[in-house]
């Protein structure tokens, strides 16, 4: 199976809105329907914010990612933090994820963005080695914290 990935727009919601669900029960994260479809509609409508890609068949996708944009000085200009990143579980373990920073990360760097960041538990060996293999590298002296509005 291929990790083709295709840029959504708002015809893409229908397929993207379980995958969120998935990805967000299996992480235990808080949410519901429609806060989640609120979020993903601003996306798909072109917020220059952040952007989403299904992966693999468009029609039959077995995950997505999600970026978000941002600007930093230090780093140089725009920046970025994968905010989801999904793959549905009985797809994991077959290089996919790999194949989607391969294609992706020169991607965003063609088109002007100087740094990605992510969080990822301490105790998710496979998506800390898939980042590591990756080049994300913890940054000494920095911790991500988060003030909820």
């Known amino acids: 199976m291929s990790a083709a990935l295709h840029l959504c727009g708002p015809d893409d919601l229908p397929a993207l809105l379980p995958l969120v669900a998935a990805f967000h029960a299996r992480a ?4 519901d329907d429609a806060g989640r ?12 914010h952040g952007t ?5 068949p468009r029609r039959s996708p077995v995950g997505y990612i999600a970026i978000s944009f941002g600007y930093s000085i230090e780093l ?11 793959i549905r579980q009985n797809i994991r373990g077959r290089g996919m994820g790999g194949e989607v920073l391969t294609s ?15 969080e990822v538990s301490p105790a998710n060996e496979g998506a800390r080695k898939l980042y590591a293999r990756a080049g ?4 000494d002296g920095y911790q991500l914290m988060t003030r909820k509005f």
């Open 76 to 86: 140089g200009g725009i920046d970025g933090f994968i905010d989801e990143f999904f």
């Open 37 to 48: 479809r609120d979020a993903l509609v601003a996306l798909l409508n072109g917020t220059p």
């Open 52 to 56: 989403a890609y299904l992966i693999g």
């Open 104 to 118: 992706l990360l020169p991607a965003l760097a063609e088109n002007g963005v100087k740094a990605l960041h992510l």
């Open 28 to 31: 235990g994260i808080d949410s």
């Open 136 to 139: 994300f590298r913890l940054r």
